[in-house]
């Protein structure tokens, strides 16, 4: 059965594992993938993530082996990233609560956003590709939040790795202002494996240095007393399924992020990794 995924990038860039490993699975299951930036501009991967020399500091080793990088690499340079869908002409903002009109600029940004949920029927589940890029145009997007919003209202798995999880942390209902993964089991980049210099961003030249908050605190928090955060320190992979959210702590984790999804569409999977 042919499945549709819709994939987000940042087009501050992103990392080439991230993609790929997800990519992997969904290619050999026949999957159409198609891809969506925030304004439409054509996605670029973060060079580290092409260099298999790139020793990650730290973990004190490299994290991309040389089959990876030409992988990553050729999915990076081929025409799959050309044209995506801009979720800034798709999905509407939401208006200011100082601007003229507001009223009638508040309805009709509702009636836009209700078209939205028709418009995810055709596709069977979300993606957010992680890297430092997410840090800058998708975590605090607020058409990122509506479509992740969306997808969950419809019970449709969403799969974010590493720093694209605090989209999920951030995706909230304006009226009670609670994360949509309030309660749930989720992973994500830790303090341990957070740089103090980062690996930068595409397109920009300034170096931010460490990234500007930690996912593990921002996760923590979100998840509530009744959920749980998984660092998994240590162990090789971390990937957690609390449906239907399917989340992927770093780098390693994706290629089995990416299965485990396929396993959430095909065999109804629902739980795993706590």
Known sequence: MSRNILI???????????????????????YHSVIATPTGKRAQALPPSLDPGYVDPPLGRAVTTPEI???????????????????AEWIPERPYNSEDGYLRKVEAYYRELSRLQDDIGAYDALVIVGGSGPIVDLANNGRVHDLVLAFARADKPIL??????????????WEDRSSIIRGK?????????????????????FNMGPP???????????TGPEGRYHGNVGKET?????????TARSTPDSYLAGEKLVEVLESGLRRYGW
């Open 8 to 30: 987000i990038l940042s087009e501050f860039g992103y990392w080439g594992e991230e993609l790929v490993g997800p990519l992997a699975a969904f290619d050999g299951r026949g």
């Open 160 to 173: 974010a790795e590493c720093y694209g999880i605090a989209c999920l942390a951030f995706a909230r209902d």
């Open 69 to 87: 990088a030409v992988a990553a690499r050729q999915v990076d340079e081929s025409s799959r990233l050309d044209d995506p869908i801009s979720l």
């Open 212 to 222: 500007p908050y930690p996912l593990e605190y921002i996760l923590r928090d979100a």
């Open 238 to 246: 971390s990937v957690i399924v609390d449906h239907p959210f399917v």
């Open 185 to 205: 089991h989720v992973t994500g980049h830790c303090k341990e494996y957070d740089y103090k210099d980062g690996t930068g961003f595409v397109g920009v030249d």
